[in-house]
């Protein structure tokens, strides 16, 4: 069955450090897709990136990166030279392929993440 | 646009009451999903609608939720009656569909749901 595992619950960190959340997936999928979202104190969930299995390019959008490993079934997320406004719970997700297609989301626990300035 | 609206934003009940949820998706959107987060469970798939037909009902906890899309722009989830254990916050979201594929999808604000 499908699973997403983000090992780190919470991690404090000084603001302009960088810190990577981890997240591995399990699948028996050949296709699927990745996902991060961020939830910051005011509770709506807010889309990050999307990614699809057979493309393991890096990304980098501003101070944030996303590593795609499928050797190792990771999508780590790193955030660099972070700041008191990444302050926030971040969820990886799996897409689940189903008589639908790929849109039904498995969810991990979710990192929760504090920057101190 | 104005993204998935979402209401009540709060809403507090006894044990017992019918409760219902609303949800606006984004215009042009053809699927919506149901989810409900709680700090046991997480975030946890309800059920999701395709063009306003339920595709996947699997994750609805049980008979007394129930959930209706009568057209492109509206839908909601009842219960009836409510528990105390059905506590949490209910997000809608909703997505372009792409076969063979998913699309991100874009989440409501949320209604946080207390049951006395």
């Known amino acids: 069955a499908q699973k997403v595992t983000q090992a780190q619950t919470e991690i404090s960190v000084v603001e302009k450090e960088d810190v990577t959340l981890d997240c591995v997936y399990e699948?028996?999928?050949?296709?699927?897709?990745l996902f991060w979202y961020k939830q910051p104190p005011s509770g709506e969930l807010v889309f990050l990136i999307r990614?699809?299995?057979?493309?393991?390019q890096n990304e980098i959008s501003g101070r944030y990166s996303w590593n795609f490993q499928k050797s190792t079934s990771s999508f780590n997320f790193t955030i660099t030279a972070s700041q008191v406004v990444d302050s926030a719970v971040y969820f990886c997700?799996?897409?689940?392929?189903?008589?639908?297609?790929?849109?039904?989301?498995?969810f991990g626990a979710g990192t929760r993440l504090a920057v101190h300035p | 646009d104005a993204g998935v609206i979402q209401s009540p934003r709060h809403e507090v009940t006894e044990m017992g009451q019918e409760v219902t949820l609303r949800c606006k998706p984004i215009s042009g959107h053809d699927y919506l999903f149901w989810y409900r987060q709680t700090m046991m469970r997480g975030l946890e798939l309800l059920i999701y609608?395709?063009?306003?037909?339920?595709?996947?009902d699997s994750g609805m906890p049980e008979d007394r939720f129930s959930a209706k899309m009568p057209n492109a722009s509206f839908s909601t989830l009842k219960i009836q009656p409510s528990e105390p254990r059905d506590s949490a916050v209910y997000f809608c979201?909703?997505?372009?569909?792409?076969?063979?594929?998913?699309?991100?999808?874009?989440f409501g604000p949320g209604t946080r749901l207390t049951v006395t």
């Open positions: 699948t028996r999928d050949t296709t699927y897709y």
């Open positions: 609608f395709n063009n306003n037909v339920p595709i996947d």
């Open positions: 997700a799996l897409s689940e392929s189903d008589t639908g297609g790929y849109n039904k989301l498995i």
């Open positions: 979201a909703s997505s372009f569909g792409l076969a063979g594929g998913a699309y991100e999808q874009y």
């Open positions: 990614r699809n299995s057979f493309d393991e």
